[in-house]
């Protein structure tokens, strides 16, 4: 059987198929196995940060950390923590005229990209995996994948969480399956939200 290594790009898969769905309290290994039913899968790596209340959701965190409790009861799962930075920007005022500009504070999700490429590049070069598998539409992932299929000769799959497949990232992948709103109905953890 092929060794099959899962990367999951936490806020990718949230924000593509999850965000607007009732389906957030996903279990990513049952995920995992329905759509790859042939596959024996060894490892799955789960990469995102930590958030922080929020005005409008004082919160979230908790939600958040009680979903990962639930995710790191995968016996094969391994959750890698990128971070979050915060800073102030001016920007354009939308609709106004005169051009008028504010300063904005922007929070942008740092690391999550950069480790999974790393894990990608690290396990493929020390012969981890015969396959690696995707969960992203996110572009930026398309060199790594070209260097392990093409340099290590592996193959690499993409399940894609958005409507809309990244052109960049399937000209290397070897394969590309969309997550649909029926993978995550049977992979819904009901029992996580139970009292």
Not at 46 to 53: C, E, G, M
Not at 68 to 97: C, E, Q, W
Not at 99 to 108: L, S
Not at 149 to 174: C, D, M
Request: hydrophobic residues 40%; aromatic residues 10%.
């Amino acid at each position: 059987m092929p060794r099959v290594n899962v990367y999951i790009d936490g806020f990718n898969l949230y924000y593509g198929a999850l965000k607007r769905s009732p389906y957030k309290w996903l279990d990513v290994s049952k995920l995992c196995q329905a759509l790859l039913p042939t596959d024996t899968i060894q490892s799955i790596k789960f990469f995102t940060a930590n958030v922080s209340a929020r005005p409008h959701d004082p919160h979230l965190p908790v939600r958040q950390q009680i979903y990962f409790r639930a995710l790191k009861t995968i016996p094969n799962l391994t959750m890698v923590y990128g971070h979050f930075l915060t800073h102030s920007v001016r920007m354009v005022l939308t609709g106004s005229d005169p051009i008028k500009t504010v300063w904005v504070d922007k929070t942008e999700e740092k690391g999550s990209d950069v480790n999974l490429a790393a894990h990608l590049l690290h396990d493929g070069f020390k012969g981890l995996f015969d396959t690696a598998v995707i969960i992203s539409n996110d572009s930026d992932l398309a060199e790594p994948v070209r260097l392990v299929k093409q340099v290590l000769n592996l193959h690499v799959g993409i399940l894609n969480p958005h409507e809309r497949h990244s052109q960049t990232l399937q000209q290397y992948a070897t394969f590309v399956k969309r997550i649909r709103q029926n993978h995550l109905i049977a992979r819904f953890c009901r029992h996580l939200l139970e009292p």
